[in-house]
C-alpha cells in the first residue's frame, strides 16, 4: 500500500458565505457536517492512517527569512491505498465540500526518500 497526503481546501468568500447564514441553518449544517463526516471515517477506517485535522496560519521561512502568508489550506488527512486513484476515490463526495464550505480535496503521494 501506498501513502498519501490529502489536503482540504477552502476560500475565504465560501466561509463568508457560510457565516451569513442564519443561526438556525448554520447549526443546521454543521451538525449534518459533522454526522456525514464521522461516518465518512468510519467507512474508510481501514484506509486512514492519520485523521489529521485543521490547520491554522500559516507562516513561510525562505532565504529572505519567516513570514506571514496565506494560503487555501484547510485541514489534512493521512491515507493508505493502492493507487492514486483509489485514494482520490475516498474522497468523491466528501462532506468538506458538499456540506461544509470547503472547496475540495487534494491528494498526493507521499513519496519515499530516494537513496543516497
Request: proline letters at 3%; glycine letters at 6%.
Amino acid at each position: 500500500m501506498k501513502k498519501f497526503l490529502a489536503v482540504y481546501t477552502g476560500t475565504a468568500e465560501a466561509i463568508d458565505k457560510w457565516k451569513a447564514m442564519s443561526e438556525q441553518e448554520l447549526k443546521k449544517r454543521q451538525a449534518a457536517g459533522v454526522k456525514a463526516w464521522q461516518e465518512w471515517a468510519e467507512h474508510n477506517e481501514a484506509s486512514i492512517i492519520e485523521m489529521g485535522g485543521p490547520l491554522g496560519k500559516t507562516k513561510r521561512v525562505s532565504a529572505a527569512g519567516v513570514n506571514n502568508t496565506h494560503n487555501n489550506l484547510t485541514a489534512y488527512t493521512i491515507v493508505k491505498a493502492k493507487t492514486h486513484e483509489a485514494a482520490a476515490n475516498l474522497f468523491e463526495g466528501h462532506p468538506h465540500f458538499t456540506i461544509f464550505p470547503g472547496d475540495a480535496v487534494e491528494i498526493m503521494e507521499c513519496m519515499d526518500i530516494p537513496e543516497m
